[in-house]
């Protein structure tokens, strides 16, 4: 009979597998940023091509997840997690090993497939291992802190690993990850998530179509809409298709036996308001990350790899918020802690809206990135609490993938408006002054500007979402 510290610590290593394999996806979403050009000339990619290396990862990560969570209820969570780190890892190889542009975007059509399986059935593992209270707070604490590291290290580890050893190893990194999580996973995971037993019989599988082809067509539209524009009849068009699939989607749930989304799960107020806090949440870190790193490089100067440097604050800050989340959330409760990190990442980005085109690290950088970088995990954290809370066991996986579904089409969403408004202000600029180095220098960060205020209001909103809609469970649940 296996002894309580034997217990514990088998889960504090199954807790550290489950981080290591969420680490690795969501590096996957920025890392190949800084090897784009070196892609480009290697295998010969056009601009409009360009964008699909890190594009066809977002639309079919954000597209999946929802079916991923369920699946993950219905057919095995450790069963799942492992066909998604295999078929990650598969992908990463092949995409390192990429002949040509086409294969590198079907491989990372692949990796977000894998990842959209991993996420949510890693998440949901994460809340069945871990009973309701103190224990998994401390645990979404950690994940917290992996996640947020894995975001803000890509365009470090990028830089790095493109600089000293090629682009394909931003790739091949995550090979011998993926292989030992795997021979890890069927010792350390046995057992403790799979729901065999579950009550749900059959499968949804025209819901499972019409939500995932919705969400696809909808992320889809919205990562073009920085070259098509948002009244163009590409997008308006995909827009309404995404909505007529999505529209279906809640009709044939109506009248499933076995749905694939149980509406009942939004009368969970918390899950509610988390999953609309999860919308704008990525406004923060997608801001810094994007804009401060084009700032930093086109207005500053900055090489590849110095802006990977420039970001070490802005990770360390992340992970080491969120050791404090936890304790937060049990000192002042779920609703003051998430809105504490959303007001933080809002004030660190209204520091950015005041960026001088001769700006200064020290001085104009590092203070935002600071706060915004504390922030994502401060609010971070309790937003994914606040999310799993009072699911019952059998629907972890649901609520797993609704909140990672929450933040992936938010982040598209945010992006794609932030980008959109920043080109119009500059080209507004260029059109009227020229594009001279002072001017472009100039228009640039105007650009920047607006978006970070766009992005400060965003964050405003969804601390007022928080404040109205999020309670504190009962004091048992977070101690």
């Not at 095995?76 to 086409?102: H, T």
């Not at 707070?137 to 994940?143: D, E, K, P, V, Y």
């Not at 936890?326 to 809206?353: D, E, H, N, Y």
Request: aromatic share 8%; with cysteine; glycine share 10%.
């Amino acid at each position: 009979m296996p002894t309580p510290q034997s217990s514990e610590t088998r889960q504090q290593a199954a807790l550290m597998l489950l981080c290591s394999a969420q680490f690795m996806v969501v590096l996957d979403a920025t890392i190949v940023a800084v090897a784009l050009s070196n892609m480009q000339s290697d295998l010969g990619l056009s601009p409009q091509n360009l964008q699909w290396v890190i594009n066809a990862y977002t639309l079919v990560f954000g597209g999946f997840l929802l079916l991923g969570g369920r699946a993950a209820d219905l057919c095995g969570r450790q069963r799942v997690f492992m066909l998604g780190i295999s078929l990650f890892s598969l992908a990463s190889l092949i995409g390192g090993l990429s002949p040509s542009g086409n294969v590198l975007i079907l491989a990372r059509s692949l990796q977000g497939l894998g990842g959209a399986m991993i996420s949510p059935a890693a998440l949901s593992i994460l809340t069945t291992i871990f009973t309701e209270g103190g224990a998994r707070n401390r645990a979404l604490g950690i994940w917290g802190a992996t996640a947020a590291a894995g975001s803000t290290s890509g365009v470090l580890l990028g830089g790095l690993l493109t600089n000293y050893l090629g682009w394909r190893w931003v790739l091949f990194v995550n090979v011998p990850i993926g292989l030992v999580t795997v021979l890890l996973s069927s010792k350390l995971l046995k057992g403790d998530q799979t729901d065999d037993d579950s009550p749900s019989k059959g499968f949804d599988l025209a819901g499972a179509i019409a939500i995932t082809s919705g969400l696809m067509v909808f992320v889809y539209a919205i990562v073009g809409i920085t070259e098509f524009g948002w009244n163009s009849t590409r997008t308006l068009s995909l827009l309404v298709l995404s909505l007529l699939l999505i529209a279906s989607f809640i009709a044939i749930e109506l009248r499933s036996k076995s749905p694939l989304v149980k509406f009942s799960i939004f009368r969970l107020r918390n899950l509610t308001g988390a999953n609309l806090v999860a919308l704008v949440h990525a406004s923060g870190p997608l801001s810094t990350l994007f804009f401060i790193s084009l700032y930093l490089q086109q207005v500053l100067g900055y090489s590849s790899l110095a802006t990977g440097l420039a970001f070490v604050p802005f990770s360390l800050c992340a992970a080491a918020a969120a050791i404090i989340a936890a304790p937060m959330v049990q000192r002042f409760g779920l609703k003051v802690t998430i809105a504490g990190g959303l007001l933080m990442m809002a004030l660190g980005l209204l520091l950015f809206s005041q960026l001088p085109p001769n700006g200064n690290f020290w001085l104009h950088v590092l203070p935002g990135s600071i706060l915004v970088g504390a922030g994502i995990t401060l609010a971070g954290v309790p937003m994914t609490i606040a999310a799993m809370s009072g699911v019952e066991e059998r629907d972890a996986g649901l609520a797993s993938g609704l909140i990672n579904t929450s933040q992936q089409i938010g982040a598209a969403i945010v992006l794609a408006l932030l980008v959109t408004l920043s080109s119009s202000q500059t080209q507004a600029i260029i059109a009227i002054q020229g594009n001279s180095p002072e001017v472009m220098a100039i228009a640039l960060t105007k650009g920047f500007q607006f978006a970070f205020l766009v992005g400060f209001g965003l964050l405003i909103v969804g601390a007022i979402i928080a404040v109205v809609l999020i309670t504190n469970p009962s004091p048992r649940n977070l101690n």
